[in-house]
């Protein structure tokens, strides 16, 4: 008989791509995926801890669990709650004591395990106790990719595949080295291997992930390492695959190979996360980043003279301990240098058990709220300004998904920009019969003009089809 799991995703990309995973290594045990935790026998929140407020989201939704948990038991059904990610990671033990509720807590590098976990929880419900208490926190020297499946569902034209884990730069703000462990990186054949299957299914975008996926260095088959600018290279050569992404890049990263990967392989796309954090060189150096600002230009440049028409977005912390007004105007002055597509800014979080959480020097709230409303008032204004400079311009759009408009479909243009576009009244031999005459348009590649740029998205008038 088959069950139901369901599984709530937070966080990022990465997160994203284990919890497909996840759902693959539990279909041959029998359980399908479920959009709804109602009447689901598991339910697994993969967690993120990088911002308080991360955390803390996930334990008021263990408390609504926890009601259809016991309501389920009234009506004698189980349900596991499974914690699972880097909230499990960095407090698992402490998470059980503070919600009874949990069955299991699993760490981002154990996840293949999850059918013996499942396995051990049942046997202590059977035992007759109201909640497992399954704990699986490990590092395991032969790592997930081995043991993982990979033959999720075709679910859109554009994929994610983790080609690198772990990090090893501990910048003093970040949780991450210790809740995803040292840097990995897969081997170039299972990488290729992977994308080729997903190309097979119809995708035709792929993003690389990695916490550090520049720093990418995975055996290339031949004795000896590739690069993350050799690996696009391997990947280009698969047929069909037309737009190759990565993300999320470090500044001190950015090699010859890569920066040359965008001037010469037409599938890897104008468009670069490249986060800097701030623009204070003292700043820069508390937070442990390994960099300068006039380092941070020079990248940058580097890779406007490869591939002038690149687009950047770049992550920010406001208000790190001891920011003074003068490092947050070095901030605005990085930001109005580099000229962003758009950008994400925060206010810093101490979290517990890194080197920032325990400077004297913290940052009032307040502060940080006056920093934060300028900083990303700047870079609202920059992202309007590019959209804006979009219109009149003819791109490439990948339709991936339905807009709220009757023969509306959303895609993304080669910056990342959302892009609108009506092709309901297309003149073309793509067109099914039936209630929604535009479904051929949905996963191709069109080429349209862009008449409309908001802050948010683009809208966009049909040329032609391409793919
Ligand atoms: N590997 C990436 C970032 C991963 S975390 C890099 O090297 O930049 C994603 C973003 O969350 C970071 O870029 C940072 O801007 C933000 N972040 C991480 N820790 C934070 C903290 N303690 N407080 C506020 N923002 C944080
Ligand atoms: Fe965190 Fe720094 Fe590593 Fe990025 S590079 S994941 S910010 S420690
Ligand atoms: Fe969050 Fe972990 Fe990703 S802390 S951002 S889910 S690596």
């Given at each position: ?172 703000f970040?949780v ?173 979080s101490p979290r517990p058990g890194t080197?920032?959480s ?110």
């Amino acid at each position: 008989m088959s069950k139901k799991v369901h599984i709530k995703t937070y966080g990022c990309q990465m997160n994203v791509y284990d919890s497909k995973r996840m759902a693959d290594v539990l279909k041959p045990h029998g359980y399908e995926v479920s959009e709804s935790a109602d009447d689901a026998d598991l339910v697994i929140l993969n967690t993120c801890h990088i911002r308080e407020k991360a955390a803390e989201k996930v334990y008021s939704e263990i408390g609504r669990l926890r009601a259809t948990k016991d309501e389920m038991a009234a009506e004698g059904k189980n349900m596991f709650i499974a914690v699972a990610g880097c909230v499990a990671q960095a407090e698992g033990p402490e998470m059980m004591r503070r919600a009874p509720a949990i069955d299991m807590v699993l760490g981002p590098q154990t996840y293949h395990r999850l059918p013996d976990m499942l396995k051990a929880a049942e046997e202590q419900r059977t035992g007759g106790r109201k909640s497992a208490r399954v704990l699986d926190t490990d590092f395991p020297v032969d790592t997930k990719f081995d043991h993982l499946p990979t033959d999720s569902d075709f679910d859109g034209p554009a994929a994610f595949l983790t080609v690198q884990e772990g990090c090893d730069k501990f910048c003093t703000f970040c949780v991450v080295p210790y809740t995803r462990g040292a840097e990995y990186s897969r081997p170039v054949a299972d990488i290729v291997a992977e994308a080729t299957r997903l190309v097979a299914k119809g995708v035709v975008e792929i993003t690389l992930l990695g916490q550090n996926v520049n720093a990418y260095h995975g055996d290339d088959g031949q004795g000896g390492t590739a690069s993350l600018g050799a690996l696009i290279r391997a990947l280009d050569a698969i047929d069909g695959l037309e737009r190759i992404r990565y993300t999320t890049s470090h500044p001190r990263d950015m090699d010859d190979e890569l920066v040359f990967a965008h001037r010469d392989v037409a599938s890897c796309m104008p468009y670069l996360h490249l986060p800097v954090q701030s623009g204070s060189d003292r700043i820069l150096d508390a937070m442990n980043r390994k960099h300068t600002r006039e380092e941070y230009f020079a990248v940058v440049d580097r890779l406007r003279a490869a591939r002038p028409d690149l687009a950047l977005s770049s992550d920010f912390i406001v208000g790190f301990p001891g920011e003074t007004d003068e490092d947050f105007e070095a901030t605005l002055d990085l930001v109005r240098r580099v000229n962003y597509a758009q950008a994400y800014s925060f206010k810093y979080s101490p979290r517990p058990g890194t080197p920032a959480s325990v400077i004297e020097d913290q940052v009032p709230e307040d502060v940080k709220s006056e920093r934060l409303a300028r900083l990303q008032a700047l870079i609202n204004e920059q992202q309007v300004a590019f959209n804006e400079a979009s219109i009149g311009k003819t791109m490439d759009v990948l339709l991936e998904r339905e807009g709220k408009m009757p023969g509306q479909l959303i895609g993304r243009s080669p910056y990342l920009q959302s892009v609108h576009v009506d092709v309901s009244k297309a003149d073309n031999a793509l067109d099914a019969a039936g209630d929604k005459p535009y479904s051929g348009y949905m996963g191709k590649m069109v080429r349209v003009m862009i008449v409309e740029g908001g802050p948010n998205s683009l809208k966009g008038e049909l040329v032609s089809t391409l793919h």
